[in-house]
């Protein structure tokens, strides 16, 4: 049985005892949002990196009927499941807001999920209300580890057994070559493995702060809810229908009617863009931005954002006005605080 260690937050679930042992043995501290710092001072991403992701958890679906469970749920297609590779999607609410954004992977017949650790303990209670007689079952997975690396790190020469997920990080239309976006891949492996793979590339590949896998998915435009923002955006207000990360092929799903209306009916008037904010600033996801010149009106909300000492802050927010390229922003309470925008490296249109 997993050792576990509970986590500052009573609503999430626990992380694996010798995963943090390990990390604070490296110097880590485990600190708020379950993000693990290191105590030295980094500035770009360098060349070969290994991130720990210590605020995404793993969840196992398994069961004769967990494909077809499943895809009745989610905004992407389970059928477009394969291996070494991640499947972006999201769960809605009936009204079309979205829940959670995940990864998901299939391996030894049953489906696996990589999503923010903060949201794991409600979207499994809500799922539970729809299993009804359907044979599934699911649950955490504290002995596995998630981590990012450089694309060009080559697993084939650690010890790794043979469980082992491993692929791009983002979605195909994430990467840009015109751009300057660090191709990564994402691994998921149990923690005994991951340990060995920090310790073989100890003094020649960088052991990075949990934060910078978060600057990478800003980077990349890749949103990730939290339970501060979960029940605020529809999928088209986070890009996830730019990205591959909604289906308007596959069945019915929570809140489907209401995103294809969006797609087939309507027009998108908020999406996803990437930002800098000016200045030393204390940020906080969730918090609402309105247009420098129009500081009487909500203008849209922070999606993800991260603080690295040497880097200026980049965040995603959610906002109207998208097509508009010199618009800046600020935060609604403190109009000082102006947010540039940053090229994606996907179109809007």
Not at 80 to 99: E, I, M, T, W
Request: charged share 20%.
């Amino acid at each position: 049985m997993s050792e576990l260690v509970a986590t500052r937050d009573s609503d999430t679930s626990p992380m694996n005892r010798s995963w943090v042992a390990f990390l604070e043995s490296k110097g880590g501290e485990i600190i708020e949002e379950q993000r693990t710092v290191f105590p030295h001072f980094q500035q770009e991403i360098p060349d070969q990196y290994v991130i720990p992701c210590t605020q995404e958890s793993v969840i196992c679906f398994e069961g004769e009927d967990v494909e077809s469970f499943l895809q009745s749920q989610f905004t992407c297609d389970i059928n477009d499941l394969k291996d070494n590779h991640f499947l972006c999607g999201a769960y809605c609410s009936p009204k079309g807001r979205v829940l959670a954004t995940f990864r998901l992977f299939i391996m030894n017949g049953a489906i696996y999920m990589v999503c923010h650790y903060s949201i794991v303990t409600s979207l499994l209670d809500r799922l539970k209300m729809f299993v009804m007689r359907a044979d599934v079952a699911f649950r955490t997975c504290s002995d596995l580890a998630v981590m990012c690396l450089n694309e060009n790190l080559e697993l084939g020469r650690f010890p790794i057994t043979s469980w082992c997920q491993t692929g791009p990080a983002w979605p195909k239309e994430c990467y840009d070559e015109s751009k300057s976006t660090q191709p990564a891949q994402l691994i998921v492996v149990p923690v005994s493995d991951a340990i060995e793979v920090i310790k073989e590339t100890e003094g020649h590949i960088t052991l990075l702060d949990s934060d910078y896998w978060n600057l990478l998915q800003i980077r990349h435009g890749v949103a990730s809810i939290t339970a501060s923002t979960s029940d605020l955006f529809t999928p088209q207000n986070l890009n996830l229908d730019l990205i591959a990360g909604v289906s308007f092929t596959k069945g019915c799903y929570p809140g489907q009617e209401i995103v294809a209306r969006l797609r087939y009916l309507g027009r998108v008037k908020q999406r996803l863009l990437r930002g800098r904010i000016l200045g030393e600033s204390g940020v906080r996801v969730g918090q609402s931005v309105t247009l420098v010149d129009s500081t009487d009106n909500k203008a849209g909300v922070i999606v993800n954002a991260t603080a690295l000492e040497g880097l200026e802050t980049e965040c995603l927010l959610s906002v109207y006005g998208f097509l508009e390229a010199k618009n800046v922003y600020c935060y609604r309470d403190q109009p000082s605080k102006q947010i540039t925008t940053l090229p994606l490296p996907y179109s809007l249109q």
